[in-house]
């Protein structure tokens, strides 16, 4: 390199070093727009529909519930299943337990909010989804970058089976149960400040694990294997915290062709790393509209899946690597018994023995 080239190259950094006007964004704030998310299955309900408005990040104090809105579902023959708001400001809204859908029908959302705008989802057609043929697991275990510690676990996988058909979709989404004894976690009264004890349950009580987040995004399509079988599709990773069994239900979708579309769309704008390559983020639009004014952008989906729906009970003895223990706060301390805590029923708790438990 010449004396000349070098001479530019360093003038070239000194400038992108101390010539550069740091760049002020402008702020603008986004109009407040729907969020949706519901489904219906032709499993035993109830099915639960939840109702948020978007925010961005100048009006972190919104209330972003809808709360106070007018839901229901309504099949292609024009019966109509209205939906209770689950407690007050919750924007959760829940079916009967009695209700379920039914294959071959389509299903539609209709909701008005309290401010009387008026929403509909396109339909949905409830396809049967093909049985699960398997369910089995593998362990492995592998160090952590940074720390001594190690991440162990099994890896459940389903096996299942293609129908000749083309055109076929598919979700898996999981929920674990894990029985537990103590309720809730606070201060004695009259205690060293600071200290927390565990009180128990006053009857059998499991908590409620779903998956969440890209772990409930698990999609795929029959576009490559058509008729053929489906083998080692990964559901989830069960921590190995403990020898105790590990239950947790499988479901099997069937989504339609725009179901699939839209959580396809999720999964890459969730997974993009923000490279040069990478899309822009944009918000994902679904089927659901605003029939108060056709312009207003709604987001999120409202489905209708034929499911298969199995459980399995992991047996995670036997295995010679020492488990990941998760800390827990000490014992009552001596003297009377605690009080019990009682076990609510919620999306996280409940003292309902799930349908398969056998021990």
């Known amino acids: 390199m010449t004396f000349y080239k070098v001479l530019f190259v360093l003038l070239l950094s000194s400038c992108l070093l101390t010539c550069v006007t740091p760049y002020q964004p402008e702020v603008k704030s986004i109009p407040r727009a729907v969020v949706v998310e519901g489904l219906i299955t032709d499993q035993p309900g109830p099915y639960s529909v939840n109702l948020t408005y978007t925010s961005d990040y100048t009006n972190v104090a919104l209330n972003l519930r809808v709360s106070g809105a007018q839901v229901a579902i309504v099949d292609d023959q024009g019966r109509r299943q209205s939906l209770r708001e689950l407690g007050t400001g919750s924007g959760i809204y829940q079916t009967p337990a009695d209700y379920r859908g039914q294959t071959g029908r389509t299903y539609r959302l209709e909701f008005t909010t309290a401010d009387g705008k008026r929403y ?6 409830l396809k049967a989804a093909p049985k699960i043929d398997s369910i089995y697991a593998e362990y492995s275990e592998s160090p952590i970058p940074g720390t001594l510690a190690f991440d162990k676990g099994f890896n459940i996988y389903v096996d299942t089976r293609d ?3 083309t055109g076929d979709y598919y979700r898996w989404r999981w929920t674990h149960y894990e029985p537990i004894s103590i309720c809730s976690i ?19 009580c499991w908590d409620i694990v779903r998956c969440y987040g890209n772990a ?13 079988a489906i083998s080692r599709q990964l559901i989830l990773r069960a921590p190995y915290e403990s020898t105790s069994k590990y239950y947790v239900e499988i479901e099997q979708q069937t989504l339609s062709r725009e179901a699939y579309n839209f959580w396809s769309r999720v999964d890459k ?11 822009a983020p944009a918000g994902i639009q679904g089927n659901v509209v605003c029939v108060s004014n056709p312009d207003e952008p709604v987001y999120g989906f409202f489905g209708a899946s034929g499911a298969s729906l199995v459980p399995y009970t992991l047996n995670r003895g036997g295995i010679s690597s020492t488990p990941n223990i998760r800390p827990t706060p000490p014992p009552f301390p001596p003297g009377p018994p605690p009080p019990c805590t009682v076990c609510e029923e919620s999306q996280y708790r409940t003292p309902t023995k799930p349908r398969w438990w056998v021990y």
Do not use: H, M, W
């Open 163 to 165: 129908p000749a058909t």
């Open 120 to 125: 509909q989802s396109k339909p949905e057609l």
């Open 186 to 204: 606070r201060q004695v009264p009259n205690s060293n400040p600071g200290v927390e004890y565990s009180y128990p349950c006053c009857s059998e």
């Open 269 to 279: 704008l969730t997974n993009s790393n923000g490279g040069i390559f990478d899309a």
């Open 216 to 228: 409930c995004i698990n999609v795929a399509t029959d576009a490559l294997i058509n008729g053929r």
